[in-house]
Each structure stands twice: as structure tokens, then as C-alpha cells.
């Protein structure tokens, strides 16, 4: 599991600080306490949480239609598997790259449970920056959906290289001239710039960057909410 120690899995937050939400499907949240020892850690990468039902994984933006291509061709698993602490361990071994250009690991917030005007949780990480900022492919894969919404504006939908993630780029203010849906992407391909389409605040321009753990890539939209600051973090 390299650095990122696992103790305790909880199923509300508990509270000490030493905690941090690995996942969150409505409003129930897996936690994990980074802080204890336990001589079992290395067996909860394998383990499966059961999460309860819950809103639209990417509840910060209206849902995008499944009309169009769909790439890759998915699995028959589930729409909604449940998240594991051995899912940050598959996403850390690809060396995702920070999808802001210029920003690095210790310039990352979680506000992943962050409430959004205070009904919603964020379910994503907001990464500030300069507007048209590079927005970068954190990892590689295939372009999804180029969507526009009122809430996420424009967005880049991508799957990662195992087929089981969907990584969500939003909030642009321009997509990379020339990118269509099926595009293969290389890791830290440029696929648009930061801005705030949407409902973001026009004077904080910023990359709403979301992740959803799928076993059904033929429901690409649907998933569980992953928190990506546990991707970027050291322990």
C-alpha cells in the first residue's frame, strides 16, 4: 500500500482529525482514521464498504445525457461499486499528474465534504487558479463527454487506462481546440482551460476535478464518489 496507512473504517465521521472521507454516497460517508496503527491495515485495501443510497454522484453539476458515444464499451458490473482504500492505491500507482498546470501536490485543498449551498456535499476538489490555466489529463485515458451545463459548465468527462474510473473536469472556460469525445489521452495532455462556466463564482476561476469509482462503463455518468485528494496525498 506504499504510504497511504489505513486503520480504521468508518462509516460516519468520526471525530478527530486525524480522519479523512475516502468516499460518499448521500449522506452516508467512508472514513478512514490515518492516524491509528492497526496490524489489519493492509487487509481493508481488499475490503468492500458497503455505502447507502444516495444523490447524483456529480452533485454539483446537472447530469449529462448518456446520448452519444460511449468509450471505452464498459463492463456488466455494477454502476455504483463500492470505494476502497485499494482503489486510491490503483489511482496513486498511475502517478496521476495535478490537472492545473503549474500546481503540485502540496497546493491542494480537501473540501470534498464541504457543503454547497448548504444542502448539497461538494463530492469533488476545487483546485484555484489563473483563468485559462492549462487544465491537464491527470491520468491516461479516453475522452467520455464534452457536456455544458448550467451548474458545470463546460466539462471534460474521461475515463482512466483500468476502465473502473471516471474523472471529471469542470467549470472551463474553453476546451483544447480539436478535442472530441473518443480521443485517447495521454497522461498530462492539455484538454481545456481553467475557468468558471457554470455556476462558479466569475471573480474565483477554478477546475472543479471529481472522480467516481464504476464497474459499468456503459453507465460512464453514474459512480461512486471518490475523494481525489486522497489520490495527491503523501500518507
Do not use: C
Not at 42 to 49: R, T
Not at 66 to 75: D, F, I, K, L
Not at 155 to 164: E, G, H, K, L
Amino acid at each position: 500500500m506504499g504510504s497511504f496507512a489505513i486503520a480504521l473504517i468508518y462509516e460516519t465521521k468520526p471525530n478527530t482529525s486525524s480522519s479523512v472521507t475516502l468516499s460518499r454516497k448521500g449522506d452516508t460517508a467512508i472514513v478512514v482514521d490515518t492516524g491509528a496503527a492497526s496490524d489489519s491495515a493492509h487487509h481493508l485495501a481488499d475490503s468492500v464498504v458497503a455505502v447507502g443510497p444516495g444523490e447524483h454522484p456529480h452533485d454539483t453539476v446537472d447530469a449529462p445525457s448518456p446520448a452519444g458515444p460511449v468509450n471505452p464499451a464498459g463492463t456488466a458490473g455494477s454502476s455504483y461499486p463500492a470505494v476502497v482504500p485499494g482503489d486510491i492505491v490503483s489511482l496513486k500507482a498511475q502517478a496521476p499528474v495535478v490537472p492545473v498546470a503549474g500546481k503540485v501536490a502540496a497546493d491542494l485543498s480537501d473540501n470534498f465534504d464541504e457543503m454547497r449551498d448548504g444542502v448539497r456535499r461538494h463530492n469533488a476538489m476545487d483546485i484555484m487558479a489563473a483563468r485559462n490555466t492549462p487544465v491537464l489529463s491527470a491520468t491516461s485515458g479516453t475522452v467520455l463527454k464534452l457536456h455544458n451545463s448550467r451548474a458545470g459548465g463546460l466539462t471534460v468527462y474521461a475515463a482512466d487506462p483500468t476502465n473502473r474510473f471516471t474523472l471529471m473536469y469542470g467549470h472551463l472556460d474553453s476546451y483544447k481546440p480539436g478535442i472530441k469525445e473518443g480521443d485517447v489521452l495521454r497522461r498530462g495532455d492539455i484538454i481545456g482551460f481553467v475557468g468558471s462556466t457554470g455556476n462558479a463564482n466569475p471573480l474565483a476561476p477554478h477546475l472543479h476535478f471529481a472522480i467516481t469509482r464504476n464497474d459499468n462503463m456503459k453507465d460512464w455518468w453514474r459512480g461512486t464518489p471518490l475523494n481525489p485528494f486522497l489520490v495527491y496525498r503523501s500518507k
